[in-house]
């Protein structure tokens, strides 16, 4: 991994210093109201200079920031893994050391208490290496590859995997983890892109950023994420008058080849996949509203899954569902309009 000088002016840095500047909606679901869950693992790795540990730690404290209070997760639906010592005093909930033995009782413990519908977003944030064969993400102790975690997300109950490794030599990382079904972002397209990278940065402000909501819908989709931290990623190398030495990719169709944009398959999932949950922000004494909510979820995806199936449908059976999706879709919107006023 080469090393590069990155300045510490965080973009997400000054508005994100207290983890307790940010906190939940009042209204934020309850544990009891049948919502999927969402869950949360940072890995902070190893920094190998003061220089990245301070970035690292700057990255991973605003990304907890952003779950607790944008995305509405609870402190026991994040684990917080760090190669820092001591770890952060103000996160007391699920700290551990950034070991791969700790990754993987992380993991056991989720798969515990994990339902089917629920969603798990791993983040890596560090340094990450590949010697021609085998990429790996640098842990205290023993590094983990991208075969280890794909394995043990591979015995997950939920299929609802999140996989950002924003580390360098991370594109080596998509195969691998694509074949679990996970939604694979990673922050190069290769495992000789070795520079320490950025995408990190950008991820993270896109996901308290309005302007990433490309779609105005009140949310920002996985996809919409990683479309403005990548396009932040590349302008920022065009303002430093660098070559680009990362270039990020999507999987989320499987087939283990990731894309820089929403091609050739890839992107039909992330499009409509959040880390928050539809009605986390909805207040919670109004079931009909929620239930709506989540109708409205369901549409959007079986109507993306609908445009998927295209080519083998006639093209009347393509149009008449459509429209009935389609129809029932406006229905919803209308219900909930009128819920809201």
Known sequence: MRMRRIGLGLSVGVALMSLGAVVPSA??????????????????????????????????????????????????????????TPPPSD????????????????????????TEKDLIVVFLIGHGAYDGERATFNLVGRDWSADDFARIISQLKTRNVVFINTASASGEFIRPLGKTGAVVITATRSGREQTATIFAEHFIAALSDDRADFDKNGRTSVMEAFSYASKATADWYARQGLLATEHPLLEDNGDGIGHGDATEGDGAVARHLYLDSVTAHLPSDDPELRALARRKEELERAIESLKGRKAQMTAEEYERELERLAIELAEVNQAMRRKRK
């Open 27 to 84: 209204h934020a679901r309850s544990q009891t109201d049948g919502d999927e869950r969402r869950w949360a693992i940072i890995v902070r790795g190893v920094g190998g200079s003061q220089e990245y540990e301070r970035q690292f730690s700057a990255w991973s404290r605003a990304l907890y920031t952003i779950l607790r209070g944008r995305m509405a997760l609870r402190p026991d639906e994040i684990y917080y893994l760090t190669a820092e």
């Open 91 to 114: 996160i007391t909930v699920n700290v551990d050391r950034a070991t791969g033995d700790a990754i993987a009782r992380v993991f056991a413990e989720i798969n515990k208490k994990v």
